[in-house]
DNA sequence: CTGAATCCGAATCGATACTG
DNA sequence: CAGTATCGATTCGGATTCAG
């Protein structure tokens, strides 16, 4: 019963690996893990926002992490921001073309959550009950 | 230059809305986040692994994470864990299906970080170039 | 409006020691 | 081998205050 991984396996497209602590895709799992790097991207996908619509969007996020989370965005080329000279100052925010790409990915694992949360749940309530009497 | 976002756009294919503080798809971003989750799900994805095994794949996991990341993992019925009564004891560990499942849009991102690095790496430089003498 | 700066408790993580 | 337990160190993250 194990043949059918082994046709599966599709050995690493590249000379990266994820599993090496060298390995600089490691910081984009690091980075994607970060608590609202994917919500701040998948709220991007919709299209241009400014800061406050974007906060406004996703719901629970502090100032100072909407902030940070699109500075470390910004830095990798994922966001563009966008200052206008108005009064008060106007600032919008985009996915660049990278950005977008990896926005996609991201939604990904947001259809697959949508998908999955009932088994999740499920799972959770087995989980509890064969280790509440212990 | 805005209507092929409009096209593009497919509203949620469910009664779900990540961006909802509510919303129990939340919880599985909030999973996927933690720093170890992602890569013990690669790690298996390639077939069951015991967990030494697994820990001497993972480059820099610490004893107490991958335990940690492992029980989080298990509850959620993302993983499935098997004693055998050896001396000393064996611990064999293994995707579900639905594990399995998350584990290939995992798989994405790993695909997506291998093909992007260079672009982030470049971002990077650009950004630290442009803010250097702030 | 868009943020930067600071304070501070909470959560995370690693190293170490110990167990069946 | 496969963990559990504990203890600091660091980091995270929210609330608040201030500024251009």
């Known amino acids: 019963m194990l043949w059918y991984r082994y046709l599966m396996e599709t050995s690493p497209p590249a000379p990266y ?3 090496k602590l060298s390995c600089p ?3 984009v799992f690091v980075r994607v893990g970060e608590r609202w790097t994917g919500l701040v991207l998948l709220g991007l ?3 241009t926002l400014r800061f406050s619509q974007l906060r406004r969007q996703i719901d629970g996020i502090s100032q100072k992490m909407l902030t940070q989370t699109l500075r470390g965005l910004e830095r990798d080329g994922l966001v563009a921001r966008t200052v206008y000279p108005t009064v008060p ?3 919008e925010y ?3 073309p990278l950005g977008r790409s990896l926005g996609d990915a991201m939604d990904v694992l947001r259809t697959w959550a949508y998908t999955h949360i009932g ?3 499920a799972a959770r309530q087995t989980y509890e009950a064969a280790n509440r009497q212990l």
């Open 94 to 96: 985009d996915l660049t």
């Open 25 to 27: 895709s490691r910081e």
């Open 17 to 19: 690996d994820v599993f």
């Open 45 to 47: 996908r919709q299209g």
């Open 89 to 91: 100052v106007t600032v």
């Open 119 to 121: 088994d999740i749940n």
